[in-house]
């Protein structure tokens, strides 16, 4: 679960947010969407406790981010947009590494590797180097690092961004799963067709405020488009 | 395991994994010092020792008339050129312009002069500016004194008087430098390219873990995970620090083996590089790593890219080892005020140890104590950007 009330960031000179609301239930997938630049990206890492919110509340599984950023990151795991491997270390101890900075430990820290290395199917290329992975290959490996230590909200930043066919699908299928497992799913993207595909329910931000918040059928309503790439050029031109 | 040892094992892991940093560690940092520095001074040395043995070509003019002092010089070790300059001018201006280092004129009333008592005179035409000429200038004063005295010592004895009568003072002069001390100067060199070479040997590995995780878009998920910002920067640190050690070790070893190879003993010198001394200097030392691997981490971090970071390490990596330049350039005395400087403390003491002198063990104590602390000092700081919005921008 995924509260957010009216968030503000300032960057120098630059309003990167002012006024981000919306929420994310368990067992739903979420979309923050909106053009490059609305402030999607800035609300994903206050809620990652990377970035520290002017104003506003963001909590996590009902903990404010400002107030236990530690107890925040145990029960997320993020992908953020150019989550890069470490190319001298295999599979495996890329996974490992993440587990071990998550506090798993021992022989539950193996279980937690081999758990999610079988789900993931990195089994075949899981003690090769990272260096030379295939897209897929590299995507399947971050998700299994941000999924390692099972947490209840998965955070993902453009996770579709520069993705082909196949990675895409991989990612698709670990969504859908992990709402099944009753997680809240966030992810922020700017193309539209996969979040009405994917989303139980989409908030759209421009301007560092959110425009809409509902099902896609809200939406359309609320904007008076049939089309949701209507409504959302109509939500966005509207802010 | 706590989080800090993770990052460490696998910064470790990863560094040991990395050609670069591997080289530059284990060969660039530690061979570079020890084989500039034995080409340096086994040039220096070398030249020491053919200035003293070769003949030294003097133009003299007037030459004729002072056939037994050319003979005394030419037993010296010093040939005269009659022929090359009659006019002493030309002489004057050859000296001045190097192309010769030194020339003799011969007074024309020499052989009359020497025959009657009175004084006999010859110049020695040479360019007290030009330090190369030098010595040069010295071996012939010596030898043209050495005539003079020993006449001197004649006439006194055929007047049968003790020749020792006209040397009321007998001026010596008692050398305590011990043959080890002598070599200092050399040796000072030494610390020079210790210090250098530990900064270098880590120096990879602190850009690598933070600069360039920075790159290739690693460190934005780490700061997303349980561990605590200052785990991560002190594991990063710790190896950093482990590189900077290992380069220090092997550039040591690789100065005791230099150093046998020097021709040191033919002017004088001896180097005391026992294994003891070695320990010793590595005990001395191993502080400055602690400041080097905080020292570039917190340079490397303000950076974004690999290259970056390389242009501004290179700057702090001249700076630590500035002091001793000074030193060297104008020679101090340990003394517990300058075991507060970083590295300038830290040639102090290894000058000591090559001395073969035991020092004052509060000196080393101060010594590491503040290098220690500037390290910490430093790595505090980095933490301290770690825990700011800066570093993801």
Redesign the interface.
């Known amino acids: 679960m995924i509260e957010v009330e009216n968030l503000t960031k300032r ?1 120098g000179k630059v309003e990167a947010l002012r006024g981000v609301s919306f929420t994310a239930a368990d067992g739903r997938i979420t979309g923050l969407l909106g053009p490059n630049g609305a402030g999607k990206s800035t609300t994903l ?1 206050i809620l ?5 919110a002017d104003s506003g509340v963001a909590r996590v599984e009902g903990v404010d981010v400002g107030e236990d950023p ?1 107890a925040v ?2 029960a ?1 795991g ?3 947009h ?8 295999s599979a495996r ?1 890329n996974i490992a ?2 587990a ?4 798993l ?1 021992g022989s539950q820290l193996e279980h937690a590797v081999e758990r999610i290395i079988e789900r993931l199917d990195i089994g075949p290329y899981a003690t090769r ?1 990272a260096k030379g992975f295939s897209q897929g290959e590299r995507l399947r490996v ?1 998700l299994a ?2 999924l390692v230590h099972e947490p209840a909200t998965l955070i993902l930043d453009e996770p579709t961004n520069g993705l082909d066919v196949m990675a895409t699908r991989v990612l698709r299928d670990v969504i859908l799963e992990r709402r099944d497992h009753g997680c809240c799913v966030l992810f922020s993207s700017h193309v539209m067709q996969e979040v009405a595909v994917l989303c139980d329910r989409i908030a759209i931000v421009a301007g560092g405020t959110t425009v809409v918040d509902g099902t896609a059928e809200e939406i359309r309503s609320a904007t008076g488009c049939d089309d949701l790439e209507d409504a959302f050029v109509a939500a966005v031109a509207g802010s | ?1 706590s ?1 800090l040892g ?2 460490f094992r ?1 910064e470790l ?2 560094s040991l ?2 050609r670069r940093s591997l080289v530059s560690a284990l060969v660039f940092g530690p061979l570079f010092g020890p084989i500039l520095f034995t080409l340096i001074t086994s040039y220096a040395v070398n030249l020491q020792i053919d200035e003293a043995e070769q003949p030294i070509e003097v133009p003299i003019i007037n030459g004729e008339g002072a056939a037994n002092l050319v003979s005394h010089l030419f037993r010296r070790q010093i040939d005269v050129d009659h022929e090359r300059f009659t006019d002493v001018d030309a002489l004057r201006d050859a000296v001045r312009r190097a192309e010769v280092d030194v020339g003799l004129m011969v007074d024309r009333d020499f052989g009359e002069a020497l025959a009657t008592g009175d004084a006999a005179r010859v110049w020695i035409v040479a360019d007290m500016a030009n330090n190369s000429a030098r010595p040069a200038f010295a071996r012939l004063r010596a030898a043209l004194n050495e005539y003079g005295l020993g006449i001197g010592v004649q006439r006194l004895a055929l007047r049968g008087v003790d020749p020792s009568l006209a040397r009321p003072l007998a001026v010596l002069t008692d050398d305590v430098s011990t043959p080890s001390a002598r070599s200092v100067l050399l040796l000072g060199m030494m610390t020079y390219f210790l210090l250098f070479s530990a900064l270098l040997g880590g120096t990879h590995v602190a850009i690598d873990t933070t600069a360039g995780e920075r790159e ?3 460190l ?9 910002r200052a785990e991560l920067v002190w594991g990063k640190i710790g190896v950093t620090f482990v590189f900077m050690a290992a380069s220090l070790a092997i550039c040591i070893v690789s100065f005791a083996v230099a150093v046998r190879f020097l021709p040191l003993a033919e002017i004088g010198m001896t180097a005391t590089l026992t294994p003891l001394v070695c320990v010793g200097i590595y005990a001395v030392m191993l502080p400055f790593a602690a400041l080097g691997a905080g020292l570039m981490t917190i340079v490397a971090s303000f950076t974004k890219s690999f290259r970056e970071a390389q242009t501004y390490t290179s700057i702090a990596m001249v700076a630590p080892p500035l002091p001793i330049i000074l030193v060297v350039l104008n020679p101090v005395q340990p003394s517990l005020p300058l075991m507060l400087v970083p590295s300038l403390s830290q040639h102090l003491l290894v000058t000591e140890l090559v001395k073969g002198e035991a020092f004052d063990p509060w000196h080393l104590a101060v010594s590491a104590a503040v290098t220690i602390a500037v390290g910490v000092g430093c790595g505090l700081a980095t933490v301290r950007r770690y825990r700011g ?1 800066a570093i ?2």
């Open positions: 960057f890492r990652c406790t990377i970035l520290a530690v990151r145990r997320i993020v992908l953020p150019n989550s890069a491997l470490f190319g001298n270390l101890e590494y993440y071990a900075l998550q506090g430990d180097r971050a690092r941000a | 395991m989080a993770v990052v696998k892991v990863d994994r990395e290739r878009g690693s934005e998920p780490l700061l997303t995970l349980a561990a605590s919005e993801l921008v």
